[in-house]
């Protein structure tokens, strides 16, 4: 059997580091990360996205709780999260939900900033993940974040958040969240498959991500999402954002 | 025996495609497939899988745990499931907190000093027992087993069965209480009047249209989970369009495809206009009138369809959607498009919950719903309102030779208060003792109940539990320090469900019965015991051995006896699987169509009374002859109910709609005898709720409700629950704020005629304006750290996250509030009633 | 708006040093380079050697503060931060940690030598002392943008999102170090109080408090170029500006602590005693209160700056989503 950290893909990378460490003669030594280090190479590689259909969202929170139940997630983080969206004026009102958790950004900026190589984008699969090995917890990442799901887990103290729950994928599973949802809203699967579920909605829905702007090309889709903020209020239209989590506003 | 198929081929119901045959997996849910396992994220090592089931709320779900060195770490949904499907909503899943909530009771303990000074002291199980059954022992002695009262909140399934029917009926006492009344007790009596035995099922994968009124079932139900998960996809894969009527706009309303608010209390005048609507414009041609057969409408059971439907549209002419516009500021227009849609769209499914129900006008509210559903021909049929199903497990009956059990009457309220309290009274149980009339009883003891908590006029429940003249003696069996322990003489720590064993039955919205088990994730924690084990032990005690020796061997004995499960396997199949059902079983619909054998009615005893047409069997009656019971009749005989066998209908014999705790006939009931005997109106008629017509205009309506996160009482201890919903402002619409000079986050008073409150204002377009809304599930002042900030006594500090608990307020309560005013038919506490002023401090 | 502040008082602090220290090293060794040939005269092994004296101290406390707020720090892991050197990659952060590291190597060795009596291990005093100059004021310039940089790499953080931070605090920094240089020299004025020792003295001074209004006045620009290009753009960056613009949480800070304590407030008063000089050639002539006090007002306000900037960053995002 491998070495169970291996279904983290960052035992190697860990090795690799502590070989450095061990070694140091120079700092020169480990001014690259050799690309291997970085997850076997393999033939087609992976890239795994997570498509959420808003008009099957039922609020319910489900995902939420299996989250914080999958990794024991400490009072006042959150890893996943559903906001609600409040908007209108009596009796033309709508509440919709919005899911949250990490994008897993094609271009992950809290990867570009991390100084010690604890965070990494997997070459085989494309999960951003957390060393908390190397991680020092300098919340570098936590601010080029422009989606708010990263935070300090205070067990550790190192950066943490979501990883698609890489030891369920790793195993055959589903996302815990994916698993639990009441709704069926969460479709979870491999976007460089054409023949997966996934692809297949997302080929033939009208699709969003979050903040586009930012230029960190989410891998985390939405159908049907409200995209309205309460920034909306600055022109008259009553917006509530209801984040459910310690931090009230939506960063 | 008809069968469906035969059914269908008299052409009584047009062709709906979809619905034979068991249900399919959607292709999301072949997504998930390979679940029912786990892994740890920390070592990726195998989590042990155990299959069980939920107790979070009623729904009773079943679910796989995951148990990592001896310590259950999560519960996910159980994938073979056909009632959830492979769903598990937020609160089964923080169940593991239930287990390892620092502020649970591990061992039993004996209170010192006064009631309610909150002084206790350990005691061993065998102090504690031998301390009850002495007591319990006298009281029978004496001849006196119903002054041992017990109250359950939920005892469902196996847990019922030891409890109630072998434990207490071996000793004697029928004095037990429940709490369904503050529940939806009115809208199973209204059921019971009209079609039976109680539950609607709603079939959801086989609607086209859903009507919805004050049903939250998105947030919360009695089988909240198969309802929702089903709700889910039918409203987004199959384009169901879905009407939510709500004084707010619940998550229901808010995924609706049209909320439509109304004002609290009205929903019977919407419901009759679209009666009205369905009648005039002849809407209930083909099934409606095919069903009216199996209806009765009028005080002759013999009457033709056509009699039938002239006396519809005689009583329903005067109900005009123009008129319920005054009443429930619904547009006549908006109720004539619903009622037609609803009635066009076939099959059209028709909820109704405590947002209609609970109201002192509630059991004709909902005999209205039940009118409408049967006049467009959308009961008990694929895509309808349906008779229930659930699993039919055998169980050891214990002891043979039981005494008659004899009660207190203390259980249904005072004298002429309700006509059918069929669900008993249990908001003013606390009431009846304090007035002592009915008599008291020696030991009052509850189980899963928060008698304190859960019930209207706290001040009231609280002075009366604390009072040793009035309650001599008081037990608590609960895993939790709830406000209600708190005022008990002796705390019995029950296991979590977590911790035990029991077989479970709910109803299973595919109309194809789920038999299936709980079974504990790990060891009791300290010397907590099951309750069923507890009873065994006392039943031994006081020298009634119940035949088995623990409820474990009580669940094992019933799947051993249980046809379809004891041939997969019995026992151990249910263990290692948690679920099973009969792979062949065909969805159950039409049920009341059966034809009943002629040997049935020749039967011994088997009588056919003449003026409701009903076959009965007067030995199971409490009629001593046959003579009697034909002078009588069956509907003044008392439990006549019991005997029925069937209903003429025409020249043939129906298995109908079989009668529960009332002498209702075998017909569908939009008329009933019962009610007319008893003084109220026979067909469904409009009343409005009394205290909201002599209204001031600066008075408000009080109404409640609840969230996705919590139930009730009990899961406010739940860490990851509460974390997400602690605090429970009022809702006020803008134009009522603006009004009562009330900004966002103000802080305010709400007062009702019982006492105050105070809460913070959360100014909302999504709820009416004249009502404030004040969830429940806030406010608890015991419970644990995570539910008040209070810490239980002998409490541990070992959860590192107690120190993590990052919000500080909890809510407010509003039950303090909100008196215990019953629906004089059924007895049904009226939540929703509640006239209060609101005003800034 | 309630945002979680992840970077607090210690990064602020440590920012504010760090920029300090740079500012003050890099004053040291131009000074020290421009030297006898410079305008600064005998005075600039004076002036250098405060400078070589003070820029470590500051830099070395920020470093540990820095430390100190690690989460893996908080937890117990004490050394975890070494972590930091196994790896060089594009993170400013990464490149930061190499160049401060160096800076304080060079920085201390660099003011060894102006120890009389330290030991030179064979080496030329001199030599080494102009070698390391040259190599510090290029450092001293790459911690000072470093610190700036750090915080404008990121989209998600709009505020800071422009090379103008990493102007700013580069300038700031200059500032600052040269007021610490002035402040010092304030406080402890040294021994040899002849005549000529007194003329060189002031004289530097003069100098140094010259620059140090010209790097105010540049200071100034860079800081209406910030609000003038947040101000016209349309978005996320108008939306950040607001918090420091008048009604916002942090303008009274802003207009109050950094630019009116930090920069028009000590401009005015070096331009008061700097101008005679200037233009009329009179004596250099300023009183020790205002010595001490307007290199004060410039360092608070080089604070104030790390402060404003720090938190405007935090709490302000993207608007939208």
Excluded at chain 2, 408 to 435: C, N, R, Y
Aim: net charge neutral; aromatic share 10%.
């Amino acid at each position: 059997m491998k070495d169970q950290t291996d279904i983290s893909g960052v035992s190697e990378r860990r090795e690799f580091l502590k070989g450095a460490l061990a070694g140091a003669g120079t700092a020169v030594a480990a001014v690259s990360i050799p690309k291997a280090a970085r997850g076997a190479e393999s033939g087609t590689k992976t890239r795994y996205g997570m498509l959420i259909d808003v008009r099957r969202c039922i609020g319910c929170q489900a995902c939420s709780v299996a989250c914080k139940a999958e990794f024991d997630v400490p009072l006042g983080k959150t890893r996943s999260w559903v906001e609600y969206v409040e908007k209108g004026e009596y009796p033309n009102v709508s509440r919709s939900f919005l899911p949250r958790l990490c994008n897993h950004c094609e271009q992950p900026d809290c990867v570009d900033v991390c100084p010690t190589g604890a965070t990494f984008k997997r070459d085989e699969d494309g999960i951003v993940v957390v060393d908390p090995d190397i991680c020092i917890g300098c919340k570098y990442c936590i601010q080029a974040c422009p989606y708010d799901v990263r935070f300090i887990n205070p067990i550790t103290g190192t950066a943490d958040k979501c990883d698609f729950c890489l030891h369920r994928v790793s195993q055959g599973l589903v996302p815990a969240c994916v698993e639990s949802c009441i709704g069926d809203a969460r479709i979870f699967g491999d976007l460089n498959d054409s023949h997966s579920e996934i692809s297949k909605r997302l080929a033939t829905n009208p699709v969003s991500v979050l903040r586009p702007g930012m230029g960190t090309e989410p891998n985390v889709y939405y159908i049907a999402a409200d995209h309205a903020d309460e920034s909306d209020r600055e022109k008259g239209q009553h917006v509530r954002v209801t984040t459910h989590r310690e931090q009230e506003a939506r960063r | 025996m008809a069968t469906r198929r035969e059914f269908l081929q008299l052409g009584a119901v047009t062709a709906v495609a979809g619905f034979a045959g068991a249900p399919a997996l959607t292709a999301a849910r072949e997504l998930r497939f390979k679940g029912n396992k786990g892994f740890s994220p920390k070592t990726g090592e195998e989590r042990k899988a155990i299959p069980s089931a939920c107790w979070q709320c009623v729904t009773r779900c079943p679910f796989v745990g995951y148990v990592e060195n001896q310590r259950l770490v999560s519960i996910g949904p159980q994938m073979n499931s056909i009632r959830t499907e492979g769903h598990l909503c937020a609160k089964g899943q923080a169940g593991v907190n239930q287990v390892y909530d620092p502020d649970r009771i591990l061992y039993p303990l004996k209170r010192v000093g006064k009631r309610g000074e909150g002084q206790w002291k350990r005691v061993s199980w065998n102090e504690a027992l031998t301390e009850v059954a002495a007591r319990l022992e006298k009281l029978r002695d004496d001849g006196h087993p119903e002054k041992f009262m017990f109250h359950y909140g939920r005892m469902k399934a196996s847990a019922s069965k030891l409890i109630k029917s072998v434990f207490l009926a071996t000793y004697g006492t029928k004095t037990i209480g429940n709490h369904t009344s503050i529940c939806e007790g009115g809208k199973w009596t209204a059921q019971e009047l009209t079609w039976g035995s109680h539950y609607d099922n709603w079939d959801i994968d086989n609607t086209r249209f859903v009507l919805n009124f004050g049903s939250n079932c998105l947030e919360a139900h009695t089988n909240h989970t198969p309802i929702a998960e089903r709700l889910a996809r039918a409203l987004v894969d199959r384009d169901v369009r879905m009407v939510t009527f709500d004084v707010r706009l619940s998550n229901t309303a808010a995924k609706s495809t049209r909320w439509v608010p109304i004002k609290p209390g009205t929903d019977l005048a919407v419901v009759l206009a679209m009666c009205n609507v369905v009648m005039e414009e002849d809407l209930y041609r083909g099934e409606g009138e095919n069903f009216l057969e199996f209806c009765k409408v009028t005080a002759h059971p013999d009457a033709t369809v056509a009699e039938k439907v002239a006396v519809l549209k005689s009583h329903f002419a005067q109900y005009t959607p123009e008129w319920a516009e005054k009443i429930s500021g619904v547009s006549a227009d908006t109720i004539r498009s619903v009622a037609v849609e609803f009635a066009t769209s076939k099959p059209a499914c028709l909820l109704s919950y405590r947002g209609a129900v609970a109201h002192e006008n509630g059991n004709d509210t909902e005999r209205a719903v039940q009118t409408l559903a049967a006049i467009t021909g959308n009961i008990d049929n694929p895509g309808g309102r349906c008779k229930a199903v659930g699993a039919s497990w055998k169980y050891p009956h214990g002891p043979k030779d039981k005494p008659k059990a004899k009660k207190l009457k203390i259980l249904d309220g005072f004298k002429g208060e309700a006509a059918f309290p069929t669900h008993h009274m249990s908001h003013h149980v606390l009431k009846m003792i304090k007035d002592g009339r009915a008599g008291r009883p020696d030991v009052y003891m509850w189980y899963c109940y928060e008698p304190v908590y859960a019930n209207g006029a706290v001040s009231e429940n609280i002075e009366v539990l604390k009072d040793e003249s009035l309650i001599p003696y008081s037990v608590c069996v609960s895993p939790f320090y709830s406000e209600s322990a708190a005022l008990a003489d002796l705390i019995l720590p029950d296991a979590t469900y977590l911790e035990r064993w029991d077989w479970e039955d709910m109803v299973s919205p595919s109309q194809v019965a789920e038999y299936y088990l709980r079974q504990p994730m790990v060891a009791p924690l300290g010397e907590v015991r099951d309750f069923g084990d507890v009873c065994c032990e006392l039943a031994e005690r006081m020298g009634f051995p119940l035949g088995f020796n623990s409820k474990e061997e009580f669940v094992r004995e019933s799947c051993e006896m249980t046809p379809g499960v004891k041939d997969v396997g019995g026992f151990e199949y249910m263990k290692a699987q948690g679920v099973w059902h009969d792979p062949k079983a065909k969805p159950k619909y039409y049920s009341y169509r059966k034809h009943v054998k002629l040997e049935a009615l020749a039967g011994d005893g088997v009588i056919l009374d003449d003026a409701t047409g009903t076959y009965w069997n007067w030995h199971k009656s409490k009629a001593k002859s046959e003579e009697e019971a034909k002078k009588k009749g069956y509907a003044h005989t008392k439990n006549a109910y019991k005997g029925y066998v069937g209903q003429q209908i025409g020249t043939s014999t129906y298995s109908g709609f079989k009668p529960d705790k009332v002498n209702k006939s075998g017909y569908f009931e939009i008329y009933s005898s019962l009610m007319e005997e008893k003084g109220f109106p026979p067909l469904p008629t409009y009343t409005a709720v009394p205290s909201h017509e002599t209204m001031r205009s600066n008075e408000l309506i009080l109404t409640t409700y609840k969230v996705n996160v919590q139930s009730h009482s009990r899961t406010q201890n739940c860490k990851w629950l509460t974390e997400i919903y602690h605090n429970n402002p009022g809702w006020i619409n803008p134009e009522t704020a603006a009004v009562l000079g009330i900004a966002e986050g103000d802080t305010i008073r709400v007062t009702s005629a019982i006492g105050e409150m105070e809460t913070t204002a959360k100014v909302t377009p999504a709820v009416i304006p004249g009502i404030i809304s004040v969830s429940h599930h806030c406010g608890h002042w015991e419970y644990g750290r995570y539910a008040s900030g209070n810490k239980s006594p002998m409490a541990s500090d070992d959860d590192p996250d107690l120190k993590r608990k990052w919000w500080v307020r909890n809510g407010v309560h509003p039950n303090w509030i909100i008196p215990n005013n019953p629906d004089p038919v059924n007895g049904q506490h009226c939540w929703m009633d509640t006239v209060v002023t609101v005003a800034k401090v | 708006m309630v945002a979680e502040i992840y970077w607090g008082l210690p990064v602020i602090f440590y920012l504010f040093l760090a920029g300090l220290g740079a500012g003050a090293l890099t004053v040291s060794a131009y000074v020290y380079l421009r030297g006898n040939g410079g305008a600064f005269g005998e005075d600039h092994v004076t002036v250098a050697r405060y400078g070589a004296f003070l820029a470590p101290i500051p830099v070395i406390f920020g470093c540990w503060l820095l430390i100190f707020e690690l989460g893996s720090f908080q937890v117990g892991d004490w050394f975890k931060w070494i972590n930091l050197y196994l790896v060089i990659n594009l993170s400013p952060m990464s490149i930061g940690t190499w160049l401060l590291t160096l800076f304080i190597g060079t920085s201390l060795v660099y003011a060894c030598t102006f120890v009389p009596f330290m030991p030179m291990l064979g080496l030329n005093r001199e030599g080494l002392k102009r070698a390391l100059a040259w190599v510090n004021v290029p450092l001293g310039i790459s911690v000072a943008v470093y610190t700036g940089v750090l915080l404008g790499a990121m989209a998600a953080r709009p505020f800071w999102n422009t090379p103008l931070v990493a102007l700013l605090f580069l300038l700031s920094s200059l500032s600052t170090g040269t007021a610490l240089i002035l402040f010092a020299r304030a406080m402890l004025p040294g021994k040899g109080a002849d005549a000529a020792a007194k003329k060189g003295f002031h004289h530097s001074n003069y100098l140094l408090t010259f620059s140090d209004t010209l790097l105010i006045g540049f200071e100034i620009v860079a800081i209406f170029l910030f609000l003038i290009f947040a101000y016209l753009t349309v978005g996320d960056v108008r939306h950040a500006i607001s918090v420091i613009m008048l009604g916002g949480s942090l303008a009274v800070p802003f207009w109050i602590g950094v630019v009116a304590i930090g920069l028009i407030l000590p401009a005015l008063a070096e331009l008061y005693y700097v101008v005679p000089k200037l233009v009329y050639h009179r004596e250099f002539a300023v009183p020790r209160s205002i010595e001490l006090i307007v290199p004060a007002a410039v360092i608070v306000g080089g604070f104030m700056l790390r402060y404003v900037v720090v938190i405007a960053g935090q709490i302000t995002g993207p608007i939208g989503i």
